[in-house]
């Protein structure tokens, strides 16, 4: 396959950046071009026209997803619609006679029970490749704090701890987001990312989850047709892992007034290490050596030829899907329906924890 066609299914601000990085790819040499777009909503078609003519790109615009499946030209989907509706357009996609190779913005979808659906349906068409997006794996220092502690110098990982201090939720078309109904709840919609990352540093999976989490500074006077949004915007998680090894995440998406957006310690039983985003730096430290002996080394990767929304890792996301795609039957997706799913069950786990005040084993979840 010498030139991909992406087809983008949803071009409001994560679609674009798509986009870009697609564009980027295709300065590249990468063998990449965006062909079709499809999004209800007018003024994000016009959007998308507009920045594929500064692409000197000819695009084709459909309302429905249906209609770019049916227009046969893309070979492979991008997904980067509002979350509740990322099942059936994943089972449309899926079950269309033609087969397209999917990549699907995290968070996979809503609720268990959905993954699984999708996941029972790619297992009855294998030619299909589907990764999920869960690209905070590439952003520099994290996927050098990743090849650290896969190296073993920490040791056995003990303690996982994710800070992320952030701004609100952004304005999305129709406000979508501001409801848990909508996003699956804040810990699904954008927490996913960090368990998944839990379950990339322990090596292992999870048991059991413990959260509190409230809405104390935003959204609480907004309205939206007589409903006011649910989603909480700060929380405290605790999982357990199967091995003994346990994370924390500290979310607060009122705390603007940080140096850094995402603040990762890793401790093993030799060592520890840490990852700052956006500042971009990762701290190794050796228990025999103490604090004298820290090293901070600047994490960069070469390869970045867009920052883009999300430091770099976007776009490092779509070389290693690109490259997937066209070695298919010889490379499985960096980020599968399986990491996709447990992301999904550990956020839905945390949600319904703080719903009833306990523990709540993802047996419970997933069952």
């Not at 049916?70 to 357009?89: A, K, L, W, Y």
């Not at 960090?194 to 322990?202: E, G, Q, S």
């Not at 306990?358 to 997933?366: A, G, K, S, Y």
């Amino acid at each position: 396959m010498e030139e991909v066609r992406y087809g983008i299914i949803g071009v409001g601000m994560m679609g674009r950046e798509h986009m870009i990085n697609i564009a980027h790819l295709r300065n590249e040499g990468a063998g990449a071009t965006v062909t079709c777009v499809a999004d209800p909503h007018v003024p994000s078609q016009q959007q998308s026209l507009d920045l594929a003519a500064s692409f000197n790109w000819s695009l084709k615009v459909f309302s429905s997803h249906q209609e770019l499946l049916e227009s046969g030209v893309c070979d492979v989907v991008i997904v980067s619609t509002p979350n509740m509706t990322h099942f059936q357009i994943l089972m449309d996609i899926i079950n269309h006679p033609r087969p397209h190779h999917i990549l699907v913005e995290k968070p996979l979808c809503t609720t268990v029970q959905d993954c699984n659906k999708v996941i029972d349906a790619a297992r009855r068409r294998p030619e299909i490749l589907v990764q999920v997006g869960l690209e905070y794996r590439y952003m520099p220092p994290v996927a050098k704090l990743i090849e650290i502690v896969k190296g073993g110098i920490l040791g056995q990982v003990k303690i996982v701890a994710i800070r992320e201090h952030r701004f609100p939720f952004l304005v999305k078309v129709n406000n979508w987001n501001r409801f848990n109904v909508n996003s699956g709840g804040t810990l699904v919609e954008k927490c996913c990312h960090f368990f998944d990352l839990m379950r990339l540093f322990a090596a292992a999976n999870p048991v059991r989850v413990m959260a509190s989490g409230a809405i104390d500074i935003n959204h609480k006077d907004e309205n939206y047709d007589g409903k006011v949004p649910d989603i909480i915007d700060n929380a405290f998680v605790i999982i357990e892992f199967d091995n003994g090894c346990r994370g924390m995440l500290d979310l607060c998406m009122f705390a603007e007034g940080s140096k850094n957006e995402q603040e990762i310690s890793v401790v093993g039983d030799i060592g520890k290490g840490e990852a700052f985003v956006p500042e971009s730096v990762v701290r190794v430290g050796m228990r025999a050596a103490g604090r004298a002996g820290v090293q901070t080394v600047k994490a960069e990767d070469k390869r970045i030829k867009y920052d883009g929304l999300h430091h770099g890792s976007s776009y490092l996301e779509h070389l290693h899907f690109l490259s997937a795609v066209k070695a298919p039957g010889d490379r499985a997706p960096a980020v599968d329906l399986h990491d996709g799913l447990l992301s999904v069950a550990m956020g839905v786990a945390g949600q319904l924890s703080i719903e009833r005040g306990r523990f709540v084993t993802i047996e419970e979840v997933m069952g």
